[in-house]
Protein backbone atom coordinates (compact mmCIF):
# COMPACT_ATOMS: atom_id res chain seq x y z
CA UNK A 1 0.00 0.00 0.00
CA UNK A 2 2.96 2.81 0.96
CA UNK A 3 4.64 1.21 -2.41
CA UNK A 4 1.42 2.12 -4.34
CA UNK A 5 1.04 5.78 -2.28
CA UNK A 6 4.84 6.39 -3.32
CA UNK A 7 3.91 5.52 -6.45
CA UNK A 8 1.17 8.04 -6.92
CA UNK A 9 2.94 10.85 -5.51
CA UNK A 10 5.46 10.50 -7.71
CA UNK A 11 3.62 10.72 -10.47
CA UNK A 12 1.75 13.48 -8.70
CA UNK A 13 5.15 15.18 -8.30
CA UNK A 14 5.95 15.02 -12.16
CA UNK A 15 2.90 16.53 -13.68
CA UNK A 16 2.66 19.37 -10.65
CA UNK A 17 6.38 19.61 -12.17
CA UNK A 18 5.46 20.37 -15.52
CA UNK A 19 2.38 21.71 -14.83
CA UNK A 20 4.25 24.94 -12.75
CA UNK A 21 6.87 25.50 -16.17
CA UNK A 22 3.85 25.60 -17.86
CA UNK A 23 1.96 27.61 -15.46
CA UNK A 24 5.25 29.73 -15.11
CA UNK A 25 5.73 30.49 -18.87
CA UNK A 26 1.84 31.39 -19.46
CA UNK A 27 2.16 33.69 -16.54
CA UNK A 28 5.52 35.06 -17.97
CA UNK A 29 3.33 36.21 -21.17
CA UNK A 30 0.93 37.04 -19.16
CA UNK A 31 3.58 39.33 -17.03
CA UNK A 32 4.36 41.14 -20.54
CA UNK A 33 0.75 42.46 -21.09
CA UNK A 34 0.85 43.59 -16.88
CA UNK A 35 4.14 45.88 -17.53
CA UNK A 36 2.09 47.60 -20.40
CA UNK A 37 -0.70 48.39 -17.82
CA UNK A 38 -2.58 46.10 -18.24
CA UNK A 39 -4.15 45.04 -14.96
CA UNK A 40 -1.86 46.60 -12.47
CA UNK A 41 -3.56 47.70 -9.77
CA UNK A 42 -2.09 49.69 -6.50
CA UNK A 43 -3.79 49.51 -3.27
CA UNK A 44 -2.81 51.81 -0.55
CA UNK A 45 -1.76 51.12 3.19
CA UNK A 46 -2.21 53.57 6.12
CA UNK A 47 0.97 54.54 8.09
CA UNK A 48 0.23 56.73 11.07
CA UNK A 49 1.91 59.16 12.91
CA UNK A 50 1.36 57.37 16.59
CA UNK A 51 1.61 60.25 18.72
CA UNK A 52 -0.56 62.87 16.24
CA UNK A 53 -2.41 59.34 15.31
CA UNK A 54 -2.99 60.86 11.63
CA UNK A 55 -2.12 59.42 8.89
CA UNK A 56 1.19 60.33 7.85
CA UNK A 57 1.83 58.45 4.42
CA UNK A 58 -0.02 55.54 2.51
CA UNK A 59 2.34 52.41 1.08
CA UNK A 60 1.43 51.56 -2.50
CA UNK A 61 1.14 47.87 -2.72
CA UNK A 62 1.00 45.84 -5.85
CA UNK A 63 -1.71 43.77 -7.02
CA UNK A 64 -2.05 41.78 -10.71
CA UNK A 65 -5.74 41.22 -11.30
CA UNK A 66 -5.31 38.72 -13.82
CA UNK A 67 -8.46 38.46 -16.28
CA UNK A 68 -8.70 34.00 -15.35
CA UNK A 69 -6.81 34.27 -12.13
CA UNK A 70 -7.77 37.04 -10.15
CA UNK A 71 -5.54 38.91 -7.62
CA UNK A 72 -2.30 37.69 -8.09
CA UNK A 73 0.19 38.71 -4.56
CA UNK A 74 3.19 40.52 -5.06
CA UNK A 75 5.31 37.97 -3.60
CA UNK A 76 4.66 35.98 -6.52
CA UNK A 77 4.73 38.60 -9.37
CA UNK A 78 7.62 40.97 -8.35
CA UNK A 79 9.74 38.04 -8.00
CA UNK A 80 8.52 37.00 -11.16
CA UNK A 81 9.70 40.14 -12.77
CA UNK A 82 12.99 40.45 -11.37
CA UNK A 83 14.05 36.93 -12.84
CA UNK A 84 12.46 38.43 -16.14
CA UNK A 85 13.99 41.69 -16.10
CA UNK A 86 10.73 43.49 -16.76
CA UNK A 87 10.95 44.93 -12.94
CA UNK A 88 12.41 47.70 -14.28
CA UNK A 89 9.51 49.05 -16.83
CA UNK A 90 7.21 47.75 -13.97
CA UNK A 91 8.71 49.50 -11.37
CA UNK A 92 8.32 52.43 -13.56
CA UNK A 93 4.84 52.12 -13.91
CA UNK A 94 4.27 51.36 -10.36
CA UNK A 95 6.08 54.63 -9.54
CA UNK A 96 4.08 56.98 -12.03
CA UNK A 97 0.66 55.37 -10.80
CA UNK A 98 1.39 55.79 -7.37
CA UNK A 99 2.64 59.50 -7.50
CA UNK A 100 -0.33 60.63 -9.60
CA UNK A 101 -2.62 59.24 -6.96
CA UNK A 102 -1.03 60.76 -4.44
CA UNK A 103 -2.01 64.13 -5.73
CA UNK A 104 -5.34 63.47 -5.10
CA UNK A 105 -4.62 63.69 -1.01
CA UNK A 106 -4.33 66.32 1.16
CA UNK A 107 -0.18 67.48 0.31
CA UNK A 108 0.74 66.43 3.85
CA UNK A 109 -0.23 63.12 3.43
CA UNK A 110 3.14 61.43 2.04
CA UNK A 111 3.17 58.22 -0.70
CA UNK A 112 5.55 55.17 -0.16
CA UNK A 113 6.74 53.37 -3.09
CA UNK A 114 8.75 49.91 -2.49
CA UNK A 115 11.81 49.34 -4.56
CA UNK A 116 13.05 46.67 -6.30
CA UNK A 117 17.17 45.90 -5.35
CA UNK A 118 17.34 45.78 -9.14
CA UNK A 119 15.76 49.05 -9.79
CA UNK A 120 18.31 50.47 -6.89
CA UNK A 121 21.02 49.22 -8.94
CA UNK A 122 20.18 50.76 -12.24
CA UNK A 123 22.26 53.85 -12.52
CA UNK A 124 19.24 55.52 -14.26
CA UNK A 125 17.33 55.39 -10.81
CA UNK A 126 17.42 58.34 -9.57
CA UNK A 127 16.91 59.90 -13.24
CA UNK A 128 13.40 57.96 -13.85
CA UNK A 129 12.15 58.85 -9.83
CA UNK A 130 12.59 62.58 -11.50
CA UNK A 131 10.67 62.15 -14.22
CA UNK A 132 8.09 60.68 -12.83
CA UNK A 133 7.96 63.50 -10.79
CA UNK A 134 8.11 65.94 -12.97
CA UNK A 135 5.53 64.30 -15.34
CA UNK A 136 2.95 64.14 -12.27
CA UNK A 137 3.84 67.36 -10.44
CA UNK A 138 4.74 65.66 -7.12
CA UNK A 139 6.98 67.04 -5.02
CA UNK A 140 9.98 64.91 -4.25
CA UNK A 141 9.67 65.97 -0.45
CA UNK A 142 6.35 63.33 -0.63
CA UNK A 143 7.83 60.32 -1.58
CA UNK A 144 9.05 57.92 0.34
CA UNK A 145 11.27 54.90 -1.20
CA UNK A 146 11.32 51.57 0.59
CA UNK A 147 14.36 49.71 -0.49
CA UNK A 148 14.73 46.19 1.90
CA UNK A 149 17.95 45.61 3.91
CA UNK A 150 19.02 42.81 1.72
CA UNK A 151 19.48 44.97 -1.44
CA UNK A 152 22.66 46.34 0.43
CA UNK A 153 24.39 43.32 0.59
CA UNK A 154 26.85 44.17 -2.10
CA UNK A 155 28.01 47.47 -4.34
CA UNK A 156 27.50 49.65 -1.31
CA UNK A 157 29.21 52.62 -3.17
CA UNK A 158 27.23 52.33 -6.26
CA UNK A 159 24.37 52.39 -4.10
CA UNK A 160 25.49 55.10 -1.65
CA UNK A 161 25.41 57.18 -4.40
CA UNK A 162 22.41 56.44 -6.12
CA UNK A 163 20.15 56.93 -2.61
CA UNK A 164 22.04 60.37 -2.31
CA UNK A 165 20.60 61.30 -5.86
CA UNK A 166 17.20 60.44 -4.48
CA UNK A 167 17.88 61.94 -1.16
CA UNK A 168 18.36 65.15 -3.70
CA UNK A 169 15.01 65.28 -5.48
CA UNK A 170 13.89 65.19 -1.49
CA UNK A 171 13.02 62.00 -1.51
CA UNK A 172 13.24 59.91 1.99
CA UNK A 173 14.50 56.40 2.12
CA UNK A 174 13.01 53.81 4.44
CA UNK A 175 14.93 49.96 5.55
CA UNK A 176 11.79 47.80 4.81
CA UNK A 177 11.24 44.95 6.91
CA UNK A 178 14.15 45.61 8.98
CA UNK A 179 15.13 42.47 11.46
CA UNK A 180 14.67 40.06 8.73
CA UNK A 181 17.13 38.88 6.10
CA UNK A 182 20.97 40.03 6.66
CA UNK A 183 20.56 42.53 9.05
CA UNK A 184 23.79 44.05 9.89
CA UNK A 185 24.22 46.86 11.49
CA UNK A 186 26.74 48.69 9.48
CA UNK A 187 24.21 49.14 6.69
CA UNK A 188 22.78 51.74 8.86
CA UNK A 189 26.06 52.82 9.80
CA UNK A 190 26.74 53.80 6.09
CA UNK A 191 23.51 54.67 4.74
CA UNK A 192 21.87 57.70 6.29
CA UNK A 193 17.82 56.10 6.06
CA UNK A 194 15.21 58.50 7.05
CA UNK A 195 12.92 55.65 8.47
CA UNK A 196 13.24 51.82 9.74
CA UNK A 197 10.32 49.81 9.60
CA UNK A 198 10.31 47.12 12.05
CA UNK A 199 9.32 43.75 10.19
CA UNK A 200 6.03 42.77 11.65
CA UNK A 201 7.56 39.48 13.62
CA UNK A 202 8.56 41.24 16.29
CA UNK A 203 5.63 42.86 16.70
CA UNK A 204 3.40 39.93 16.77
CA UNK A 205 5.53 38.44 19.05
CA UNK A 206 4.61 40.53 21.37
CA UNK A 207 4.23 40.81 24.76
CA UNK A 208 7.76 38.40 24.64
CA UNK A 209 10.50 40.71 26.17
CA UNK A 210 13.26 39.69 24.12
CA UNK A 211 10.73 40.86 21.21
CA UNK A 212 10.18 43.97 23.28
CA UNK A 213 13.83 44.50 24.18
CA UNK A 214 15.18 43.88 20.07
CA UNK A 215 12.50 46.72 19.57
CA UNK A 216 13.80 48.89 22.38
CA UNK A 217 17.58 48.56 20.75
CA UNK A 218 16.22 49.30 17.84
CA UNK A 219 14.83 52.65 18.93
CA UNK A 220 18.06 53.44 20.64
CA UNK A 221 20.20 53.17 17.11
CA UNK A 222 17.26 54.81 15.30
CA UNK A 223 17.77 57.83 17.78
CA UNK A 224 21.53 58.39 17.61
CA UNK A 225 21.24 58.84 13.88
CA UNK A 226 17.90 60.08 13.79
CA UNK A 227 15.95 57.71 11.80
CA UNK A 228 11.92 57.89 12.40
CA UNK A 229 10.82 54.03 13.35
CA UNK A 230 7.77 52.85 11.97
CA UNK A 231 6.15 49.36 13.29
CA UNK A 232 4.40 47.22 10.50
CA UNK A 233 2.22 44.71 11.38
CA UNK A 234 0.21 45.80 14.04
CA UNK A 235 -2.78 43.80 14.71
CA UNK A 236 -4.65 44.52 17.80
CA UNK A 237 -4.86 47.37 20.27
CA UNK A 238 -3.16 46.13 22.75
CA UNK A 239 0.57 45.96 20.35
CA UNK A 240 -0.49 49.72 19.58
CA UNK A 241 -0.45 50.11 22.86
CA UNK A 242 2.69 48.54 23.41
CA UNK A 243 4.63 50.09 20.51
CA UNK A 244 3.11 53.44 21.07
CA UNK A 245 4.39 53.28 25.11
CA UNK A 246 7.95 51.93 23.46
CA UNK A 247 8.41 55.46 22.07
CA UNK A 248 7.85 54.11 18.03
CA UNK A 249 6.86 56.93 16.22
CA UNK A 250 4.74 55.60 12.86
CA UNK A 251 2.71 52.51 13.14
CA UNK A 252 0.76 50.57 10.06
CA UNK A 253 -1.27 47.01 10.14
CA UNK A 254 -4.43 45.44 9.80
CA UNK A 255 -5.74 47.21 12.68
CA UNK A 256 -4.78 50.79 11.53
CA UNK A 257 -6.26 50.02 8.11
CA UNK A 258 -5.74 47.19 5.48
CA UNK A 259 -4.78 48.24 2.21
CA UNK A 260 -7.36 49.64 -0.12
CA UNK A 261 -8.10 50.41 -3.68
CA UNK A 262 -8.86 53.85 -2.91
CA UNK A 263 -6.81 54.67 -0.04
CA UNK A 264 -8.60 58.12 2.02
CA UNK A 265 -11.85 56.11 1.96
CA UNK A 266 -11.32 53.16 4.30
CA UNK A 267 -9.26 54.24 6.91
CA UNK A 268 -9.57 54.61 10.39
CA UNK A 269 -11.55 58.08 11.36
CA UNK A 270 -8.42 59.49 13.05
CA UNK A 271 -10.07 61.74 15.70
CA UNK A 272 -12.65 59.21 16.97
CA UNK A 273 -11.14 55.85 16.18
CA UNK A 274 -7.66 55.85 17.31
CA UNK A 275 -8.49 55.31 20.89
CA UNK A 276 -5.42 54.13 22.74
CA UNK A 277 -4.30 54.59 26.23
P1 LIG B 1 6.09 45.05 2.51
O1 LIG B 1 6.60 46.21 1.75
O2 LIG B 1 6.77 44.73 3.80
O3 LIG B 1 4.54 45.33 2.70
C1 LIG B 1 3.81 44.92 3.84
C2 LIG B 1 3.03 43.66 3.57
O4 LIG B 1 2.43 43.24 4.79
C3 LIG B 1 1.87 43.86 2.59
O5 LIG B 1 1.66 42.62 1.90
C4 LIG B 1 0.70 44.14 3.54
O6 LIG B 1 -0.56 43.83 2.99
C5 LIG B 1 1.03 43.21 4.68
N1 LIG B 1 0.47 43.69 5.95
C6 LIG B 1 0.20 44.96 6.32
N2 LIG B 1 -0.30 45.03 7.56
C7 LIG B 1 -0.35 43.76 8.02
C8 LIG B 1 -0.79 43.17 9.26
O7 LIG B 1 -1.23 43.84 10.19
N3 LIG B 1 -0.67 41.83 9.36
C9 LIG B 1 -0.20 41.04 8.34
N4 LIG B 1 -0.13 39.72 8.52
N5 LIG B 1 0.22 41.57 7.16
C10 LIG B 1 0.15 42.91 7.00
P2 LIG B 1 1.56 42.56 0.31
O8 LIG B 1 0.75 43.70 -0.21
O9 LIG B 1 1.14 41.16 -0.02
O10 LIG B 1 3.05 42.80 -0.16
C11 LIG B 1 4.06 41.86 0.12
C12 LIG B 1 5.42 42.38 -0.27
O11 LIG B 1 5.53 42.52 -1.70
C13 LIG B 1 5.72 43.78 0.28
O12 LIG B 1 6.15 43.70 1.61
C14 LIG B 1 6.82 44.23 -0.67
O13 LIG B 1 8.06 43.73 -0.26
C15 LIG B 1 6.42 43.57 -1.98
N6 LIG B 1 5.76 44.58 -2.84
C16 LIG B 1 4.48 45.02 -2.81
N7 LIG B 1 4.28 45.97 -3.74
C17 LIG B 1 5.48 46.17 -4.36
C18 LIG B 1 5.94 47.04 -5.41
O14 LIG B 1 5.21 47.88 -5.95
N8 LIG B 1 7.25 46.93 -5.79
C19 LIG B 1 8.11 46.05 -5.18
N9 LIG B 1 9.39 46.00 -5.60
N10 LIG B 1 7.71 45.23 -4.20
C20 LIG B 1 6.41 45.28 -3.78
MG1 LIG C 1 7.12 48.05 2.17
MG1 LIG D 1 7.63 45.75 5.12
MG1 LIG E 1 7.56 42.43 3.55
Redesign the pocket.
Same mark, same amino acid.
Given at each position: RAKALGRCQHKLFDTDLSYEILERAELVAALHRLVEGDGLLLHY &?PIYGIHARKVQSY????RWNHPERGMI /? /??VF !?RLAEETGLIHQL @?ER !?LHLACSEALNWPAHINVS =?? =??PLQLKNRKFPEIVKNVLEKTGLNGARLEV?I?ESVLMDEYEHKNVILNELKALGCKISM *? *?FGTGYSSLSYLWKFSFDKIKID?SFIQALPDPTAKEIIQAILGIASIRAMTVTV? @? =??TAAQLQMVSNMGCSEA &? @???LGR?QQQAIAGTRDTETALVWE
Open positions: &QEALA /P /PD !I @G !I =VN =VSET *D *DRE @G =VE &Q @GYYP
